[in-house]
């Protein structure tokens, strides 16, 4: 059975660090790549950050980027999330999704997502 499960969401003030993980079990994790994103109240879904697992390559929002740094530990089966100097706009609900590896620069546009999480809540408030 394909799982992804995140965690490490919270409160945190404007200004503040989070770092999220995303826990990937019942494929084969260096053939896929995992990608975060964020759904906001009354917002469309955006995709935030992507990896490759096959050899690493990152893709970021312009949204995050500078800000949130994506990293996996093959070993473990896990993407990481860390998100620095965080904005009241980055309070969302944050989902990880999977798809093949070739798919990590396009999968920030919503194309070829095969896996999904249930998500985490992240809010940014002081």
């Known amino acids: 059975e394909v799982q992804l499960v995140e965690s490490g969401g919270g409160l945190v003030q404007p200004g503040g660090s989070l770092r999220l993980s995303c826990t990937a079990s019942?494929?084969?994790?260096?053939?896929?790549?995992i990608g975060w994103f964020r759904q906001a109240p009354g917002k469309e879904r955006e995709g935030v950050a992507s990896?490759?697992?096959?050899?690493?390559?990152?893709y970021y929002s312009h949204s995050v980027k500078g800000r949130f740094t994506i990293s996996s530990d093959n070993a473990k089966n896990t993407v990481y999330l860390q998100m620095n100097s965080l904005k009241p706009e980055d309070t969302a609900v944050y989902y990880c999704?999977?798809?093949?590896?070739?798919?990590?620069?396009?999968?920030?546009?919503?194309?070829?997502?095969?896996?999904w999480g249930k998500g985490t809540l992240v809010t940014v408030s002081s």
């Open positions: 999704a999977a798809t093949t590896a070739q798919g990590a620069g396009i999968m920030l546009g919503g194309y070829g997502l095969d896996y």
């Open positions: 990896i490759s697992n096959a050899d690493s390559t990152t």
């Open positions: 019942g494929f084969t994790f260096e053939a896929y790549a």
